[in-house]
């Protein structure tokens, strides 16, 4: 059973910097687009950056040069560094794994379970 679980979240004052982690556990074999997203309280969740099995990246607007996602294939994992935080990417994060193919079972999508950031003025 594929399972993802993220860290990295907490309290910043704005201005600062954090570093999310998003590992997947479980026998897996290939891993397409990797993921963050992130929801605000009474808003859609929306996606922050994306980073595809060849390394190429996408950025949510709002996040251009200030957020940088990288993944380490061998270990299962997406980062997502978090500079110049302002109040506004106060959210709970997501990570989001596309199109993993595991040894055993179909391949599907999947979701973390989300951690909180908070960024205060």
């Known amino acids: 059973q594929v399972q993802l679980v993220e860290s990295g979240g907490g309290l910043v004052q704005a201005g600062g910097s954090l570093r999310l982690s998003c590992v997947a556990s479980?026998?897996?074999?290939?891993?397409?687009?990797m993921s963050w997203y992130r929801q605000a309280p009474g808003k859609q969740r929306d996606l922050v950056a994306s980073?595809?099995?060849?390394?190429?990246?996408n950025y949510a607007d709002s996040v251009k040069g200030r957020f940088t996602i990288s993944r380490e294939n061998g270990k299962n994992t997406v980062y997502l560094q978090m500079n110049s935080l302002k109040p506004e990417d106060t959210a709970v994060y997501y990570c989001n794994f596309d199109g993993v193919r595991p040894i055993f079972g179909r391949t599907r999508d999947y979701w973390g379970q989300g951690t909180q950031v908070t960024v205060s003025s």
């Open positions: 980073i595809n099995s060849g390394g190429s990246t």
């Open positions: 479980g026998a897996i074999v290939f891993i397409n687009a």
